[in-house]
């Protein structure tokens, strides 16, 4: 059965996942957003930005996705409403059988994840990323287009891997990090806060 969604946010990443909504064979309902400039206004295709995260309670009979790159306030607010939420999966994504993915995630176009691979809740595998086997990402995790993770890799939550990021395989990447554009991740990063950039990444700027 078709299902009906509501996309909160409305930039750029917020246009992705409604086409990914649309060839997932489901309807965008429209898109909420704070921007009180955007009220009314075509987002994508003839979808409209429809009302402000305050009107949630207005459309709880439908699903919800976040729409917001931002790892923190996807959080922020999932963790302060009670959303049924929807997972968007893009059709040309090529996923492993047993591959495991929670609720509200975003699988963008072009994405290869591997057996043994576990994703949490709200999170973000970006544009032509790849995951290998058995690796565990954590709840409100996003990997940037074009990062590329080996075998067995662990990112913790709220973490985010930006793009072309490279991680060798055995690795674990503590939370609330930033891995910087093109970094080479080649041993444990067990610190938090953080933001590591380089090849080999290394800490540019602790406590965030």
Known sequence: MQKEVIIIGAGGHAKVIAEIILKSGDKVVGFLDDNLELQNKNIYLDKKVIGTTSDIEKFKKN?????????????????????KLYTAIHPSAIIASDVKISEGTVIMPGVVINP?????????????????????????????????????????????????????????????????????????????????????????????
């Open 63 to 83: 699903y919800f996705i976040i729409g917001i790159g931002n790892n923190a306030i996807r959080r922020k607010i999932n963790e302060n409403n009670k959303l």
């Open 116 to 208: 043994g691979t576990k994703i949490g809740a709200n999170c973000i595998i970006n544009t032509s990323s790849s995951l290998d086997h058995d690796n565990v990402i954590e709840d409100y995790v996003h990997i940037s287009p074009g990062a590329h993770l080996a075998g067995t890799v662990t990112v913790k939550e709220n973490t985010w891997l930006c793009t072309g990021v490279i991680v060798k395989n055995n690795i674990i990447i503590e939370k609330n990090n930033i891995i910087g554009a093109g970094s080479v991740v080649i041993k444990d990063i067990l610190e938090t806060n953080n933001t590591y950039v380089g090849v080999p990444a290394k800490v540019l700027k602790k406590s965030r």
